[in-house]
């Protein structure tokens, strides 16, 4: 790495090593392991932890440190400012289910590739890549297409990056081969360049391979590759090649088209450059400019953070970042460390529509006094995470290193688990969280509580929906007509001499549940158990899950559930939905 400049912030490229090495281990360490990883002292890893955790970034489960889902804001950022995934990924879903099988989308990263979009098929033998993923260019499909247009500089740094890693043991998305491959990578580059597409021949891993497209700018240069990707026990290299490539090409340029309409301001569709070469130092004297519209909400739905810093904002309310600091910093004292905050918030202040900016738009839209501004960016530029052209300031791929590899892969049940413990610690009751599965709901994450008399349910039970509180909450989401058509194929039989067993009345039924936002169901299921339950929904709106509090009836009256148990229900609901939506930005999680 290039000489730390004197004006970089110290305890920003502390945090971002911290990051770095959580995303590195698959998003969790011991705060001992961290210290052994990143070389810090144990003081210093303590306040870093502190600080992310105030942020909402990780969470500590003593001695454990563990990214949470609000840290793919930052990626986020990069996402949305890029375009890609929000433009392509459309089409990416289409190919992948013409196909049948999986679709990737790859923009270059140094002398690598990192993954921006991932659409996959579900089967046994699943093959898919984590977004954000940085892979040797030499190993992969996308790598030959962008090597054909390298620098002699280019290729000099991948030169000695593979005399002094030749396993690529400093690429953890993918296990170490050694060999070299150099002349051999050289003449795929050459090819690509003539061809117009390259092949992955079991290069990642044996059994994978895969066939890639360039999607290029109006010069000709690949911003990104369109991939599919298969496996030997369905195709070989070459007939994969035969199959896809033809499909392939013309999605490409359907895809093409679409990046050169001109629907914003910082090039071809308003989409950031991938990165190519290093960028210059960030200098010191950026002018202003006048910072582009707030970030887009998650949805019409989604709640209002209660945890960590408020989002950058253009205009009148940016300033509320620096109350945020302030205040964290009087709560906690030494264990706050608020230059790593505002350094990190300076991330979030790009996305849709703001994917350049100087250094007076960034000021404007965190509220940060602009020499703080300064030298955040200045550290960031240096750790590689900001790139600088003239005036402008943009985010490079390196920004998905902190923590997208790890946490794209995160289910609703994840997501949803520490929130049910919060919640199971303040009522003192079972809490669940489940899926409609059919006619039946499934539970896919669950706390129980310590009691000698509690209400015993495994992962994965299934009930019937229309008895249980968390089916009707999910059954009244659905439109009119499905519902209707549901009770009308379902069978409803007693399970208990309280279940309502009359398709008309669990229609009435259904339409208060729809009307309130949640269900109380008492002693339909099972005698002795009541339940009361609400939504989880996505950033459209859609109830995808339900979370819900079961107990004895001799625990609470009805009015008890609705007074008590309700506001912590739906307190909880709007946690897991409003991480739900910052994972789910550019991704969509499994329920399990």
Not at 229 to 248: D, G, N
Not at 462 to 471: E, L, N, Q, S, T
Request: contains cysteine; glycine residues 8%; hydrophobic residues 45%.
């Amino acid at each position: 790495m290039s000489t730390v400049p004197a004006e970089a912030v110290g305890p920003l490229m502390r945090g971002v090593a911290v990051l770095r090495a959580l995303s590195d281990a698959d998003g969790r360490l011991s705060l001992g392991e961290l210290v052994r990883t990143t070389g810090l002292a144990r003081s210093t890893v303590d306040r870093v932890a502190a600080t992310l955790a105030r942020m909402g970034y990780v969470r500590l489960d003593a001695p454990a440190v563990t990214l949470a889902p609000r840290l793919m804001e930052l990626a986020n950022a990069y996402l949305g400012a890029l375009r890609l995934p929000a433009l392509l990924g459309p089409g990416a879903v289409r190919l992948a289910e013409e196909l049948d099988e999986s679709v990737s989308l790859a923009v270059p990263d140094g002398d690598g590739i990192r993954f921006v979009h991932q659409s996959t098929r579900r089967r046994a033998m699943s093959l898919t890549f984590r977004i954000g993923d940085l892979l040797p260019a030499e190993r992969t499909a996308p790598g030959p297409l962008f090597a054909a247009h390298w620098t002699p500089g280019q290729w000099a740094a991948w030169h000695e990056r593979r005399a002094t890693d030749p396993e690529g043991l400093g690429f953890p998305g993918v296990p170490p081969v050694a060999g070299d491959q150099g002349e051999r990578f050289a003449q795929r580059a050459e090819r690509a360049r003539t061809e117009g597409s390259a092949v992955d021949d079991q290069l990642i891993e044996p059994g994978l391979i895969a066939v890639a497209v360039p999607l290029r700018d109006p010069a000709g240069i690949p911003l990104c590759a369109l991939s599919v990707v298969s496996h030997t026990s369905r195709h070989s290299a070459a007939s994969l090649r035969e199959s896809v490539l033809p499909r392939l090409r013309a999605t490409a340029a359907a895809m093409e088209a679409e990046l050169a309409r001109p629907t914003g301001p910082t090039g071809p569709a308003g989409t950031a450059r991938a990165e190519g070469p290093p960028a210059p130092q960030a200098g010191p004297t950026a002018p202003a400019r006048t910072a582009g519209p707030p970030a887009p909400q998650a949805g019409p739905t989604a709640p209002a953070r209660t945890a960590g810093p408020p989002a950058p904002q253009a205009g009148p309310t940016a300033p509320a970042l620096a109350a945020w600091t302030s205040a964290s910093k009087q709560e906690l004292g030494a264990d706050f460390v608020e230059s790593l905050a505002r350094g990190l918030t300076v991330l979030t202040a790009f996305g849709p529509g703001r994917a350049e900016l100087t250094l007076s738009a960034v000021a404007e839209a965190t509220g940060l006094p602009r020499a703080t501004a300064r030298r955040a960016l200045i550290t960031l530029d240096h750790l590689g995470l900001v790139a600088t052209e003239g005036r402008a300031f943009r985010l490079t791929p390196r920004v998905l290193a902190l923590g997208c590899p790890p946490l794209s892969r995160t289910t609703l049940s994840d997501i949803a688990a520490p929130h049910l413990a919060t919640l199971v610690r303040r009522v003192h009751d079972s809490a669940s969280l489940a899926v409609l599965d059919g006619d039946a709901i499934q539970y896919t994450a669950r706390v129980a509580t310590t009691r000698i008399m509690s209400v015993n349910i495994t992962l994965g039970t299934r009930f019937p929906a229309y008895a249980a509180a968390m089916g009707r909450v999910l059954l009244a989401d659905l439109p009119a007509p499905q519902r209707a058509e549901r009770l009308g194929r379902t069978a409803l039989p007693a399970l208990t001499p309280r279940t309502v067993t009359s398709p008309a009345v669990l229609a009435g039924l259904l339409d208060e549940v729809a009307a309130q936002g949640c269900a109380l169901v008492d002693e339909e299921l099972e005698e002795g158990l009541r339940s009361l339950a609400v939504p989880v929904r996505d950033a459209a709106g859609r109830a995808v899950a339900a979370v819900n509090v079961a107990m004895h009836t001799t625990r609470r009256t009805l009015a008890e559930c609705r007074a008590e148990l309700l506001p912590e229900l739906r307190a909880t609901a709007a946690a897991i939905e409003a991480d739900l939506h910052v994972v789910n930005r550019f991704r969509r999680s499994s329920a399990v």
